[in-house]
């Protein structure tokens, strides 16, 4: 499966944006599908995660409350709704897939086989 993220840009702190994965390929809702993001001189950290199983979502605690995740499988697409941003959310937001993943493994960017190219999500003060 191909990925492509978009939707980044400049935004003031406290304001939103919506990023999207859109994949290639059929069996897209075989896939669970994770946002991850990178910013400068930091290793790559988990956002949020959207099974394919049960769409059940799990977030990272930086984030929880204020992005959403959401996946239509008919429009092969994969959201990342972002509320009240703060400066710290600067970064490359990437999205990647797996076919298949326990639990305790989903937090983890080594874990999945596909990725997308990023887009830069820039939050101003």
């Known amino acids: 499966v191909q990925l492509q993220a978009s939707g980044g840009g400049l935004v003031q702190a406290g304001g939103s944006l919506r990023l999207s994965c859109a994949a290639s390929?059929?069996?897209?809702?075989?896939?669970?599908v994770g946002w991850f993001r990178q910013a400068p001189g930091k290793e790559r950290e988990f956002v949020a995660v959207?099974?394919?199983?049960?769409?059940?979502?799990y977030y990272a605690d930086s984030v929880k409350g204020r992005f959403t995740i959401s996946r239509d499988n008919a429009k092969n697409t994969v959201y990342l709704q972002m509320n009240s941003l703060k400066f710290e959310d600067t970064a490359v937001y990437y999205c990647?897939?797996?076919?298949?993943?326990?639990?305790?493994?989903?937090?983890?960017?080594?874990?999945?086989?596909?990725w997308g190219p990023g887009t830069l999500v820039t939050v101003s003060s």
């Open positions: 990647a897939a797996v076919s298949g993943i326990i639990l305790s493994m989903i937090r983890f960017p080594s874990s999945y086989m596909y």
């Open positions: 390929g059929r069996s897209f809702s075989r896939y669970t």
């Open positions: 959207v099974r394919r199983s049960d769409s059940t979502t």
